[in-house]
């Protein structure tokens, strides 16, 4: 199995004051269909801290997960920018998921711009990659920072998956965890992202 660190979700509950980490349980099981063994980053650790849990998981792959739109919670954007910039730096493999890609886009230096009609519904996207995916973002991108190339877009125009040119390095806007049965071919691209086969 390869170690995939994953990023979490941020859930403020203030009848309890908490805040907690969140992850999709799914996305777990998403992971260890593919052939990976998740580790949960907690998004209170601090540069040092978090690149000491970096360096002694010694990840495969790093998945930036879905929810929060980004500035919504500041240290899950802190977390999630030192994961990129560490895992750029050393060339691990990378899918941004919805709000991973996202991130991915505005880590780079790109802008996101609100979408219509993304919540909660299907659609087709075409180009490298054709399917039926789900939607659940309200913001997205028309176009991406030079260093990523679109590899697919929904039939208006808006970007739902970017590839990096010299990284293994891609970016879904559509959750494969929430599609029962798991699809075959999101595991399998992952699994070929991650072993580079």
Known sequence: ??????????????????????????????????????????????????????????????????????????????????????????????????????????????TLNEVAGHVGQRHNIHGDITASVNSFHRYGALSVPEEFTVIARSAEGCIEAIAHRDWPCEGWMWHPERDLPFSPLWLDRFYKMVTRG
Not at 26 to 45: D, E, K, Q, Y
């Open 1 to 110: 199995m390869f170690k995939v660190i994953v990023t979490q979700r941020v859930d403020h509950l203030k009848e309890r004051n908490e805040s907690r980490d969140a992850l999709d349980e799914n996305l777990c099981r998403w992971v260890i269909a593919a052939g990976g063994l998740p580790f949960p980053v907690s998004n209170v650790l601090d540069d040092v801290l978090l690149f000491e849990y970096l360096h002694h998981i010694d990840p495969d792959a790093v998945i930036l997960s879905g929810g929060n739109d980004i500035g919504d919670f500041q240290c899950r954007d802190n977390t999630e920018a030192q994961i990129l910039y560490w895992a750029h730096s050393h060339k691990v493999p990378t899918l941004g998921i919805c709000r991973g890609m996202q991130m991915l886009i505005t880590w780079s230096g790109g």
